[in-house]
């Protein structure tokens, strides 16, 4: 038995955040702050705690499935991940991402793909990887109904391609190319493109060149939003971190300090004590000495009142 929040935000309708909305975000000015999320749980206190956009991020293959790379992660494990986390949002837009090569091989592949996210994932949008070399894709994926976000600089679906997990749009011709690329994006019907790793400057030019919401991961304060992981910004992930990953809590501490004392007093027998244990029977009851459940008993159906 597990504990079930609910589904949803509760109290007062909710004012579902939209594509418009985000994209009025350019002109108002008010910045765009995107959360990652892998299940209900997570979705729900994200929502809770006012993120505008939820991304479930193929990043899901490290932060979900202990992989080192995003390359493995498949669609139907997208969909899935979507999905939960659908459920446990109120108010924030839902992004999910197109993992590796559910998109890249045809602009078909990469409609039925979106299709897929939208209908079995419940999502609201889509996000890929890539500038010029997807704009087709983008394009005929938009024509089909289904907001897309784009995401260049670095592209982690492109990690052998790039030589590792590196800075992108150095020099002349690397801010050329960032550059080009979000053109490239806008002009395929992309309604907001995702910045990660670039130098500061770059992603300034790129949103000032642009009439759509840049939303930035390690490219700087200029964006018109940012986005984390949800471990990373939490403190719940071990090992190294990169440069642009602000812990604003320490809750893989907390986490391992509460399952020490968990561990501690289950073996010290101070847990469970009375205020987690069922009424006992009546104090004047005396337990029977009784013969062994007949068949019938044990097919019984249990009636169990589990809350209280
Ligand atoms: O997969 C992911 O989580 C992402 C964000 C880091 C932008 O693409």
């Given at each position: 038995m597990y504990s079930s929040n609910g589904g949803?935000?509760?109290g007062s309708p909710i004012k579902k955040v939209t594509v418009p909305?985000?994209?009025?975000?350019?002109?108002?000015?008010?910045?765009?702050?995107?959360?990652?999320?892998?299940?209900?749980?997570m979705a729900r206190l994200v929502d809770e705690a006012g993120a505008d956009m939820v991304l479930?991020?193929?990043?899901?293959?490290?932060v979900v499935q202990g992989l080192t790379t995003t390359i493995p992660v498949t669609l139907d494990e997208m969909a899935y991940h979507c999905r939960a986390v659908a459920r446990g949002l109120g108010r924030a837009h839902l992004v999910g991402d197109l993992p590796f090569m559910s998109y890249q091989v045809s602009p078909q592949q990469a409609v039925e793909s979106a299709?897929?996210?939208?209908?079995?994932?419940?999502?609201?949008?889509?996000?890929l990887e890539g500038g010029q070399e997807v704009a087709e894709?983008?394009?005929?994926?938009?024509?089909?109904?289904?907001?897309?976000?784009?995401h260049i600089g670095l592209t982690p679906q492109s990690v052998h391609a790039l030589g590792g997990f590196k800075v992108q749009g150095r020099g002349a011709d690397g801010a050329d190319k960032v550059l080009a690329d979000a053109v490239a994006l806008e002009q395929a019907g992309a309604f907001a493109i995702v910045l990660e790793a670039i130098p500061p400057d770059l992603a300034a030019q790129v949103t000032s060149l642009l009439s759509i919401p840049t939303i930035g991961i390690g490219a700087g304060a200029?964006?018109?939003?940012q986005v984390l992981v949800c471990t990373d910004l939490l403190g719940l992930a071990r090992g190294h971190q990169p440069k642009f990953a602000k812990r604003f809590a320490n809750l893989g501490d907390a986490a391992v300090d509460?399952?020490?004392?968990y561990v501690t007093e289950v073996r010290a027998g101070t847990?469970?004590?009375?205020?987690?244990?069922?009424?006992?029977?009546?104090?004047?009851?005396?337990?029977?000495?009784?013969?062994?459940?007949?068949?019938?008993?044990l097919d019984a159906p249990l009636a169990l009142d589990l809350w209280h």
């Open positions: 949803g935000s509760s909305d985000l994209r009025a975000r350019k002109v108002s000015g008010e910045k765009i702050a995107m959360v990652t999320a892998y299940d209900f749980t479930v991020g193929d990043s899901l293959g490290m299709g897929k996210l939208m209908k079995e994932g419940a999502c609201e949008s889509i996000k894709h983008v394009h005929r994926i938009v024509r089909a109904g289904v907001p897309v976000i784009g200029s964006c018109d939003g509460a399952i020490s004392t847990f469970p004590s009375a205020s987690h244990t069922y009424k006992p029977n009546a104090a004047s009851a005396t337990l029977r000495a009784r013969e062994p459940l007949t068949a019938d008993e």
